[in-house]
T-cell receptor, first 117, second 112 residues
Framework: EAGVTQFPSHSVIEKGQTVTLRCDPI?????LYWYRRVMGKEIKFLLH????????ESGMPNNRFLAERTGGTYSTLKVQPAELEDSGVYFC???????????????FGPGTRLTVT | GDSVTQMEGPVTLSEEAFLTINCTYT??????LFWYVQYPGEGLQLLLK?????DKGSNKGFEATYRKETTSFHLEKGSVQVSDSAVYFC???????????FGTGTRLQVTL
């Protein structure tokens, strides 16, 4: 079974430009999460999709960030325009509704390292 | 709000040494607690978890016990290996399928 994949693995852009990150969750996982780790600090939650609906977007820092999950499969996170403080590693995770484990384990992708110069 | 505090790294140990990485949390109610590990070049992997007080999570020789009285979930391993070198993250979740709240991560470096 393929794991969570993210693209690109690394992106370097200039301040003011636009970047779109993509996440492909594990097939069949309805829950999809975005997280961010900035400058070696804690990993912070950004938002949570259940299928194509935004369940919780309380962690989105501002309106320069736009997340979509059309069709309930892959998701994109767009940053427009990018600022220096947006640099960091963006992680995507997915989990399955109705897991027999009783607790929905989140499976993480390798992350996208975003550098804004 | 909810938060997780873990010890600053890096932690450098010789192979076969005993490992403790401290983790404490602040949260209302009864969160579930997790340790995730990130090996170089890879994504985070769930290492172990505990869902209620006094539960002990264990995996790959690592253990952590959910201590509600001290709001702690310290990670321990009796004998570390070079292959354990990674970044370890303590985390909590308040509800099933809800977001994870992470600590800052602790880098472990094990040398021969």
């Amino acid at each position: 079974e393929a794991g969570v994949t993210q693209f690109p693995s690394h992106s370097v852009i200039e301040k003011g430009q636009t970047v779109t990150l993509r996440c492909d969750p594990i097939s069949g996982h309805d829950n999809l999460y975005w997280y961010r780790r900035v400058m070696g600090k804690e990993i912070k939650f950004l938002l949570h999709f259940v299928k194509e609906s935004k369940q919780d977007e309380s962690g989105m820092p501002n309106n320069r960030f736009l997340a979509e999950r059309t069709g309930g499969t892959y998701s994109t996170l767009k940053v427009q325009p990018a600022e220096l403080e947006d640099s960091g590693v963006y992680f995507c995770a997915s989990s399955q509704v109705g897991s027999p484990k009783g607790l929905y384990e989140q499976y993480f992708g390798p992350g996208t390292r975003l550098t804004v110069t | 709000g909810d938060s997780v505090t873990q010890m600053e790294g890096p932690v450098t140990l010789s192979e076969e040494a005993f490992l403790t990485i401290n983790c404490t949390y602040t949260a209302t109610g009864y969160p579930s607690l997790f340790w995730y590990v990130q090996y170089p070049g890879e994504g985070l992997q769930l290492l172990l978890k505990a869902t209620k007080a006094d539960d002990k999570g264990s995996n790959k020789g690592f253990e952590a016990t959910y201590r509600k009285e001290t709001t702690s979930f310290h990670l321990e391993k009796g004998s570390v290996q070079v292959s354990d070198s990674a970044v370890y993250f303590c985390a909590l979740s308040k509800f099933t399928a809800s977001k994870l709240t992470f600590g800052t991560g602790t880098r472990l470096q094990v040398t021969l």
